[in-house]
């Protein structure tokens, strides 16, 4: 499968950089189209995959309206700009108008390069965001499940705040680096988008609906200047979401231990409806506040039998299928029960009836939410977050779903995994050599065409170090010679391998005594 979404978000990649943050000392870290996370245990894996998370969630989802582009996720917007403000307000003015109408005569894409001073007022605008600093704290904090970021700085040394830049180069919309900083009772949020001329936007549509969408700034041929205001409001909008690139696209987190919430989640909804029911007739259960990601996680199961989620035919609904055929043997639905609340089955192949998640293997619990918002959640340039993929699989099964991913990456899903999986990554690898392996000589060796280009991956070790106190992470790259990432699996094996050696010549000293 090809990806033929053809929208500019989803290419590039961003570059996340973290201090102080949770166990992390310092990462930096360049997202790619498959980006994994290997690494010991509490060295902040899942930490990191949070945090993009949270990235995506405040900065994604911009809806294009009438008015301008809007956030339906948090309700907050670039405040409207007040060309009145600009000292050079006569040039704005004339150089956008005759940007208008150069963009409605063209015929082909993209849309002509801003004015020069229009593009130097909207970049000035976007690096002072004044409210987007704060929502991405509060965004931080709701997707840990903590009520102040402070509990997010790092655990060891004397550090007193977390710093956190992103950053994103796209080809003819610049650089955008931003800056962000909490936890010491302030929260500082910086931001700057390099003066590359000419600037130029994309468009998230087809040529006839750039063109509707620019004719409703015109009455008559004469653009008003209320008029005008909008459609410098729209510009500054749609260019945040071209130099954001993949960041503007949606994510989804699915959190690890999702074999239990898919057995239980109709259980956690039940506690939860009946806390509300009896709020104020009785002292309130118990109950911890859930994180974001799982709330997120929780949330989303229910909607998937709502008619918004069962109309979306997006093209991801063919790697449900093909994850479905090549690795459960049958098929996962969802319905909603008589009470609306969605219910999740599984019917092995040949099979005529239904068996609960309940009844299935660990195996197909697991797959289940992958397949599930495959189908009917994840579009193309989507951001998919899945921790441990390897839970509760066979070695073999391991190998196969990693091969599925590498076809959902090249379809144009892009994925990042935490995992502690030697199958898993040398699976990957052996993906990445094929690569390199001329077309007219892969048959054989495996199945279907899987390989990733090595520019297509990145594989990020998380390791304890004393100075700084906590976890730094490096990049590791994969190993020529033995077609193996240096992850520390390969040591862990050889000490086993030594430590059974040891044993076995003990047992023969002992048996000739």
């Excluded at 993009?52 to 700009?81: E, P, Q």
């Excluded at 956008?96 to 593009?119: F, G, N, Q, Y």
Aim: glycine share 8%; proline share 4%; charged share 25%.
């Amino acid at each position: 499968m090809n990806n033929q979404n053809g929208d500019d978000s989803q290419k590039g990649n961003y570059r996340l950089d973290v201090n102080n943050f949770g166990p992390i000392a310092q990462a930096s870290v360049d997202l790619r189209p498959l980006t994994v996370f290997i690494g010991p245990s509490n060295t902040g894996k899942s930490y990191l995959a949070i945090l993009i998370y949270a990235l995506h969630r405040c900065l994604g989802g911009l809806t294009l309206t009438h008015r301008g582009w809007y956030s339906h996720r948090l309700g907050w917007r670039i405040d409207s700009t007040e060309l009145g403000s600009a000292a050079n307000e006569t040039e704005v003015r004339r150089g956008l108008h005759d940007w208008l109408v150069k963009a409605l005569a063209a015929e082909t894409e993209p849309l002509p390069a801003l004015p020069s001073e229009a593009a130097a007022y909207m970049r000035s605008s976007l690096e002072q965001i004044k409210s987007l600093g704060r929502d991405l704290e509060k965004q931080i904090e709701r997707c840990f499940g903590v009520e102040r970021s402070a509990e997010l700085v790092r655990r060891y040394g004397s550090a007193t705040a977390s710093q956190i830049g992103f950053g994103v180069s796209q080809t003819g919309a610049g650089k955008a680096c931003y800056q962000l900083e909490f936890g010491n009772g302030d929260c500082r949020f910086s931001g700057r988008i390099s003066d590359i001329e000419p600037l130029e936007i994309g468009f998230p549509g087809s040529l006839d609906e750039r063109n509707e969408w620019l004719r409703r700034f015109t009455t008559l041929g004469v653009v008003k200047s209320q008029d005008l205001e909008f459609l410098v409001e729209s510009l500054t909008q749609m260019l945040f979401r071209t130099v954001l690139g993949p960041l503007y696209q949606s994510a989804y987190y699915l959190p690890a231990g999702r074999t239990g919430v898919m057995q239980s989640h109709h259980v956690v909804a039940s506690v939860l409806w009946q806390k509300a029911a009896t709020a104020g007739l009785r002292r309130s259960l118990d109950v911890p506040i859930l994180s974001g990601v799982l709330a997120d996680f929780l949330e989303q199961l229910v909607e998937m039998s709502s008619a918004r989620v069962r109309s979306h035919h997006g093209t991801a609904r063919e790697l449900a299928r093909q994850l479905e055929d090549n690795i459960l043997m049958g098929k996962v639905r969802v319905d909603p029960s008589l009470t609306g609340y969605p219910s999740f089955t599984y019917r092995p192949r040949d099979w005529k009836k239904d068996l609960p998640l309940m009844r299935s293997s660990s195996m197909v619990s697991e797959l289940a939410p992958v397949v599930l918002y495959l189908r009917h959640v994840v579009r193309l340039g989507d951001l998919l977050i899945i921790e441990e993929p390897e839970s509760h699989l066979h070695p073999a099964v391991q190998a196969a779903f990693a091969r599925e991913l590498a076809r959902a990456v090249r379809a144009g899903v892009r994925i990042v995994i935490t995992t502690h999986s030697e199958w898993f990554l040398e699976q990957i690898g052996n993906l990445v050599s094929l690569s390199g392996l001329p077309k007219n000589n892969r048959k054989g060796v495996i199945e279907e065409d899987f390989s990733l280009r090595p520019d297509e991956l990145g594989v990020w070790l998380f390791e304890t170090t004393k100075r700084p106190k906590g976890s730094t992470v490096k990049k590791i790259t994969l190993d020529r010679q033995t077609g193996l990432y240096p992850s520390g699996f390969a040591e862990v094996s050889e000490t086993l391998y030594n430590e059974g050696a040891e044993i076995f010549n003990r047992l023969q000293e002992s048996s000739n005594q």
